[in-house]
């Protein structure tokens, strides 16, 4: 279910991985182009996605994801939040004048809903909404995760066209 960011008290991501087996996440055209090369991207009806291998996305490397800055897909950096251009009055951010409406995914365990409107994430939603115009890096919307756990190695059929 999602809800519209005001509603958010908080969160945080533990990398429990959970998101990456049971979601399928959608690609823009050029992010389809870039990982086309490894094989585990799909087209259907105009539409591009991660193919899923086995009941989880094939970049995940233990509960990591083994993609990084530029070939990460957004769908996947902005979870459990996601940005779009028309919405609901408490789903508004708005950044350098421009609109945006912004809501959470409530299958993130890590997710904590409230009843008041008071905003408590909006340098999240900032990030996520700064992310989704191509401007901004992965910063706040991500684990911290220490250096030697950090998947080594992508997978073995990642061949970069
Ligand atoms: S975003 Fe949520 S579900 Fe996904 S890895 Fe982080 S804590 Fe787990
Ligand atoms: S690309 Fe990475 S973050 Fe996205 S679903 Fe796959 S493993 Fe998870």
Not at 29 to 44: D, M, N, P, S, W
Not at 45 to 64: D, E, T, V
Request: aromatic share 10%; charged share 25%; with cysteine.
């Amino acid at each position: 279910m999602h809800v519209p960011w005001r509603r958010v008290a908080s969160w945080h991501c533990n990398a429990c991985g959970m998101c990456c087996r049971v979601y399928t996440p959608r690609l823009t055209a050029y992010e389809y182009l870039k990982l086309r090369g490894t094989g585990f991207v799909i087209e259907k009806a105009g539409r591009f996605y991660i193919r899923k291998i086995g009941g989880k996305c094939p970049f995940q490397s233990g509960r990591l994801c083994s993609l990084q800055n530029d070939l990460k897909p957004l769908a996947c950096k902005t979870f459990p939040f996601v940005v779009r251009r028309k919405g609901e009055e408490e789903g508004l951010f708005e950044l350098n004048g421009d609109e945006f409406y912004v809501y959470a995914d409530t299958f993130c365990p890590n997710l904590k809903i409230k009843r008041d409107r008071r905003p408590a994430v909006a340098e999240l939603v900032r990030e996520a909404v700064m992310l989704f115009t191509g401007r901004g890096r992965l910063s706040r919307l991500t684990a911290t995760i220490p250096e030697t756990a950090k998947p080594q190695q992508p997978p073995r059929r990642l061949v970069m066209a």
